[in-house]
């Protein structure tokens, strides 16, 4: 059976990646995602995984799978490069694949971003545990049976939540969830020499001041991104499947089970949010 990354076609040129930014979500990667597209880099950032559909969902899933479960063959450079072909800078993604990254792009400037892990976790369980609770309840449980694209939302969020949360139940996931954190952080500054990163604290203050000197860019004269809030994060979840949604409402079937499943879905995971 194929890999999910051996079915992408193979790319005409592969960009030269400059900027490898390894930060957790919630540590302000969509601002620097943002940022770093204002700066004139192409960024990839866990949006570009849903943007992308259903073959980087799977894709991503199956990279996750071959590191931390033993299942298929562990990505590198060769993986790497046609994943992120068309990108010069990678965002939030690098957190999850740190040393691989590190040996892939040993060129590259290396930006690491963290913050207070209390605050952190709090901000998980604010904006990413009500998504990991969502796509496994009704009725979202039950649409990925009819749209693919749901499906492999759903599948890829599953997969989070059983790397981050270890099988744990979503609110028994602290202990956890915050020792992986502190030991992520710890093993960037142990493979890094300190010629090589940028580190820097989110409570010490993050933007164009900071960032800019880091990727030798010179500071733009226009405001750094806005924060993702958990009002901007449910907000830009809504949009990944809102489509799908919608196609499931209009799919036709003599059964009324689909659209009934659709429409509510749509009052669920889209109106009430």
């Not at 949006?47 to 562990?74: C, D, S, T």
């Not at 010069?88 to 892939?104: G, K, N, S």
């Not at 099988?167 to 992520?184: F, N, S």
């Not at 300190?194 to 030798?216: I, R, T, Y």
Request: hydrophobic share 40%; net charge positive.
């Amino acid at each position: 059976m194929s890999r999910a990354i051996d079915r992408l076609p193979t790319p005409a040129h592969i960009r030269e990646k400059k900027v490898i930014i390894i930060a957790r979500s919630r540590t302000g990667t969509l601002s620097l995602y943002k940022a770093m597209e204002i700066l004139g880099y192409r960024t990839y950032h866990g949006a570009e995984v849903m943007r992308n559909g259903v073959a980087h969902m799977e894709i991503f899933e199956e990279a996750l799978n071959a590191k931390y479960f033993g299942i298929g063959k562990p990505y590198g450079r060769e993986e790497f490069d046609k994943w992120f072909a068309d990108y010069d800078a990678i965002v939030e993604i690098p957190a999850v694949f740190l040393e691989e990254m590190v040996a892939a792009y040993p060129n590259a400037r290396f930006v690491h971003v963290e913050r207070d892990v209390d605050k952190w976790y709090r901000s998980i369980m604010n904006t990413l545990g009500h998504s990991l609770r969502a796509v496994d309840e009704f009725p979202m449980k039950q649409l990925r049976l009819f749209d693919n694209y749901i499906d492999k939302f759903c599948s890829f969020h599953l997969m989070v939540r059983r790397l981050w949360w270890h099988g744990r139940e979503l609110e028994d996931g602290e202990e956890v969830l915050k020792r992986d954190y502190i030991e992520l952080n710890r093993r960037v500054r142990e493979i890094l020499p300190k010629d090589k990163l940028a580190s820097f604290n989110l409570e010490d203050g993050f933007g164009w001041e900071q960032l800019c000197p880091a990727v030798g860019c010179p500071i733009p004269d226009v405001p750094y991104p806005k924060p993702n809030t958990p009002a901007r994060f449910e907000a830009l979840q809504v949009g990944f499947v809102r489509s799908a949604i919608r196609r499931v409402i209009l799919l036709g079937t003599t059964s009324i089970l689909v659209p009934t499943l659709g429409i509510a879905a749509w009052y669920y995971y889209v109106k009430r949010r």
